[in-house]
């Protein structure tokens, strides 16, 4: 990021949501990937971005 000269990413592929944050959402056919995302900035600051339905889950068994 700091060669792109970029602030922060946003992701939204499951994949890399997984990876920024170990989130493991609920499997919704054709919506996992459209309700969850992640915001990394420059200083490694990550923000999770959840479906409100799946959040209680997440926040109880995430690490």
Do not use: F, H, W
Request: aromatic share 2%.
């Amino acid at each position: 990021m700091t060669v792109s000269d970029l602030d922060a990413v946003l992701v939204r592929k499951e994949e890399n949501v997984r990876y920024l944050t170990s989130l493991r959402p609920q499997i919704i056919a054709g919506k996992n990937g459209v309700l969850n995302g992640a915001l990394c900035t420059q200083d490694g600051t990550v923000a999770l971005l959840i479906s409100g339905g799946d959040r209680d889950r997440a926040e109880a068994s995430m690490p």
